[in-house]
């Protein structure tokens, strides 16, 4: 059913950090391998934007609010992706997405950053 799975979300004070962790319950290995990941944020009131991609074989690309904050990484033992976020401000709270080859049906977790 292409769902995935987004964890890691919470409450944390400006200058915190957190790690999101997304999975796809019942991909096999190899598609795990050689599927372009992305992360996604849908902040209050806005549309969703991309904050991180990792395409096979390519660049890993942030957005410039993110960038050099926000590391997108994955394990391809455990077929898990991630998103480390450091000092992290009130801006980037959100609901964070993530997308895994064509698997991108999950709900989300929140991020909320207090000042």
């Known amino acids: 059913q292409m769902q995935v799975a987004e964890s890691g979300g919470g409450l944390v004070q400006a200058g915190g950090s957190l790690r999101l962790t997304c999975a796809a319950p019942?991909?096999?290995?190899?598609?795990?391998?050689?599927?372009?990941m992305s992360w996604y944020r849908q902040p209050p009131g806005k549309q969703r934007e991309l904050v991180a991609s990792?395409?096979?074989?390519?660049?890993?690309e942030y957005a410039d609010s993110v960038n050099g904050r926000f590391t997108i990484s994955k394990d391809n033992a455990k077929k898990r992706m991630y998103l480390q976020m450091n000092n992290l401000k009130s801006e980037d709270t959100a609901v964070y997405y993530c997308?895994?080859?064509?698997?991108?049906r999950g709900q989300g977790t929140q991020v909320t950053v207090s000042s």
């Open positions: 997308s895994i080859g064509s698997y991108n």
């Open positions: 990792m395409p096979t074989g390519g660049r890993t």
């Open positions: 019942g991909i096999i290995s190899s598609v795990f391998w050689s599927s372009d």
